[in-house]
């Protein structure tokens, strides 16, 4: 089954914002597989962010992620990657529409409150560098109830 790397930035964190993300993710009918608190060092955040190292913003936005703790999730899923960016929204709060947790949460793109991974093979990696101690084994028990089959 498809998995996905969700991390809460610092500001969502600070703002009292976890509850309020794992429960979309939950609701949907995600399961949750992987989940801790941590802070990370600047190497941590310059290595997830490794593909954005030429960008302007780069060091601000290393700032911003080791500002504070974070929650770092894995959620699993049919069509998790796409679906989670679609419940997270636009990168930029202000295109996110509204129902989405950057639209309904978030005004500043260097504040937008939770990351994502943009694809399976991203997912992959990320899962990889987070949790190296691997995810969760286990089942939901209302399995048939979300799936079909
Ligand atoms: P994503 O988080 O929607 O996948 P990315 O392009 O991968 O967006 O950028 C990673 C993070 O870098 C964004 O979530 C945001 O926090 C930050 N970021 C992206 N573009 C800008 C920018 O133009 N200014 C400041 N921060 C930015
Ligand atoms: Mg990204």
New binding site residues.
């Given amino acids: 089954m498809e998995q996905t790397f969700i991390m809460i930035k610092p500001d969502g964190v600070q703002r009292g914002l976890v509850g309020e993300v794992i429960s979309r993710f939950e609701k949907k009918g995600f399961l949750l597989k992987g989940l801790k608190l941590l802070t990370v060092e600047r190497a941590f955040a310059e290595k997830h962010?490794a593909d954005?190292s030429a960008k302007p913003?780069f060091s601000?936005?290393v700032d911003y992620i080791v500002s504070g703790p974070v929650v770092a999730m894995i959620w699993e899923g049919k069509g998790v990657v796409l679906t989670g960016r679609k419940i997270i929204g636009a990168?930029n709060p202000l295109a996110s529409e509204p129902g989405t947790i950057r639209g309904d949460f978030a005004i500043d793109?260097?504040r937008?409150v939770i990351?994502g991974s943009?694809s399976v093979d991203s997912a992959t990696k990320e899962i990889a560098l987070w949790f190296s101690e691997g995810s969760v084994n286990w089942q939901s028990s209302v399995h048939p109830w979300v799936y079909e089959s």
């Fill in positions: 962010y954005l913003f601000g936005l990168t793109i260097g937008n990351h943009d």
